[in-house]
C-alpha cells in the first residue's frame, strides 16, 4: 500500500509542478513551488510551454512536445563539487529562435552573475524570469507586425474600393458625354 502511495504521489507531483525535472535532486520542495509559479507564469504569459531539467554530464533531455517549447538544462557533474555548472536553452524551431539570439545571449550573460553565487534555484528563477521578458517582447513585436500587415492590408482593400468608384465615376461621366453627343448629332 505504501509503495501504491509513493508512486502515486511521485506521478501526482511530477504533472503537479508541470515541467520541472529535479533528476539530480537540486531544489527543495520550496525551492520548486517557486519555479512552479515562474515556470506558470510564463505559460499563462507567453503561451508556450517550458522544461527545467538538472542533468548530470552526459544526460540528455527530450520533450514529448514539439512545438511552442523550451527546454532549460542545468547541467553538472555530481561526482565533482567544483564542477562548472552548465546552462542549455532549447527552442523550438517554431518559435524562430535566430530572431532572438541577441536578447537570449544577453540574458545568459546577465545570468553569469548567480552561476558565480552556486544557487541554482535562484538561477533557474531569474533564468525563467529573463525568458518570460523575452518571449514577451517578442510577442509583442509578433502582435504589432501583425497589426501593421492588418492596417496595410485594410489601406489597400480601401484604396482599391476607392479607385473602383472613381474609374465607375469616370466610365458614367464617360457615357453621359456620349449620350449628349448622340442627342446632339441626331439634331
Known amino acids: 500500500m505504501l509503495k501504491k502511495v509513493t508512486i502515486?504521489?511521485?506521478?501526482f507531483s511530477t504533472l503537479v509542478l508541470g515541467k520541472i525535472?529535479?533528476?539530480?535532486?537540486?531544489?527543495?520542495?520550496e525551492n520548486k513551488e517557486k519555479l512552479k509559479i515562474s515556470i506558470d507564469g510564463f505559460q499563462k504569459e507567453?503561451?508556450?510551454?517550458?522544461?527545467?531539467?538538472?542533468?548530470e554530464d552526459n544526460e540528455g533531455f527530450e520533450s514529448e512536445?514539439?512545438?511552442?517549447?523550451?527546454?532549460?538544462?542545468?547541467?553538472?557533474?555530481?561526482?565533482?563539487q567544483d564542477d562548472i555548472l552548465k546552462v542549455q536553452i532549447k527552442i523550438s524551431q517554431d518559435l524562430n529562435p535566430e530572431d532572438m539570439s541577441s536578447d537570449l545571449s544577453l540574458l545568459l550573460e546577465?545570468?553569469?552573475?548567480?552561476i558565480t553565487e552556486k544557487d541554482e534555484s535562484l538561477l533557474a528563477v531569474n533564468l525563467i524570469d529573463g525568458l518570460?521578458?523575452?518571449?514577451?517582447?517578442?510577442?509583442?513585436?509578433?502582435?504589432?507586425?501583425e497589426e501593421t500587415v492588418q492596417s496595410t492590408l485594410s489601406n489597400k482593400v480601401f484604396l482599391g474600393i476607392l479607385l473602383?468608384?472613381?474609374?465607375l465615376y469616370i466610365r458614367i461621366l464617360q457615357i453621359k458625354r456620349k449620350k449628349?453627343?448622340?442627342?446632339f448629332s441626331k439634331r
Open 8 to 11: 502515486i504521489t511521485m506521478i
Open 21 to 29: 525535472n529535479d533528476y539530480r535532486g537540486t531544489f527543495s520542495d
Open 46 to 55: 507567453t503561451g508556450k510551454k517550458i522544461y527545467l531539467n538538472t542533468l
Open 65 to 80: 512536445e514539439q512545438e511552442k517549447t523550451i527546454v532549460v538544462n542545468l547541467i553538472k557533474n555530481k561526482e565533482q
Open 110 to 114: 546577465n545570468l553569469k552573475e548567480f
Open 132 to 145: 518570460k521578458e523575452v518571449f514577451a517582447s517578442a510577442s509583442d513585436l509578433e502582435q504589432e507586425n
Open 164 to 167: 473602383t468608384i472613381f474609374l
Open 180 to 183: 449628349k453627343k448622340y442627342k
